[in-house]
């Protein structure tokens, strides 16, 4: 009889528990469901603040980015994006996080220097952020929200994730590190008609 009773008793707490978790999950998602990546401010990679704001009505590409990743050579890819659909309304931004592998071990002065000596960028890179754990920057818990588990926003996976942003500000789709610049651009283009 006892253990019919703790039986039922560990069910209601588990129930209880999991109750618990998908309404802060779900309190969480309503607070971001009313922000844009217009809410937030950064640092760029020269220590300058700035807002988000600034790329209002744009189509906005972020990209967590790494020196000495796999997928670094899609720096490439990314400077041919920017440089081919600026005009129209495109911004990439690059944001330095040394949480993979320690893939980005520099200095800001060191990253900035690397990107343009090695793949010419000249689209916003921004100071090293952390996207995932305790001290994830805001901005990344937002973009992370389209992915959403019932423990909240899915961590980033690796280097080069990168979140299409609509000028509206609003996050549109998640690319992983294997989706190619190029294998997104019919995306981006279709985003630009807007």
């Known amino acids: 009889m006892y253990r019919l009773f703790d039986f039922f008793n560990s069910k209601i707490i588990l129930v209880v528990i999991v109750l618990g978790i998908l309404s802060c999950s779900a309190k969480a998602e309503d607070k971001m469901s009313d922000k844009t990546v217009y809410d937030f401010k950064l640092k760029d990679i020269d220590g300058k603040e700035l807002s988000l704001s600034i ?4 189509v906005l590409l972020f990209v967590n980015v790494a020196s000495f990743c796999g997928y670094t050579k899609q720096y490439s890819g990314l400077q041919k994006l920017y440089d081919t659909y600026k005009q129209d309304g495109l911004v990439v931004l690059g ?8 893939q980005e071990p520099g200095n800001e002065a060191e990253i900035k ?9 000249d689209f916003p890179l921004f100071s090293k ?3 995932n754990g305790d001290n994830a920057h805001p901005l990344y818990l937002y973009l992370r929200s389209i992915d959403m588990s019932f423990l909240g926003p899915v961590p980033i996976g690796w280097n080069f994730t990168k979140f299409l942003v609509g000028r509206d500000g609003k996050v549109i789709k ?5 989706d190619t610049p190029e294998s997104i651009e019919a ?4 985003q630009l008609k807007n």
């Open 174 to 178: 998640k690319f992983g590190s294997k």
């Open 187 to 190: 995306q981006i283009r279709e």
């Open 113 to 121: 220097a690397f990107c343009e000596t090695n793949y010419k960028v």
């Open 55 to 58: 790329y209002k009505g744009k």
């Open 129 to 131: 952020i952390d996207v």
């Open 95 to 102: 944001f330095p996080c040394n949480q993979f592998g320690e």
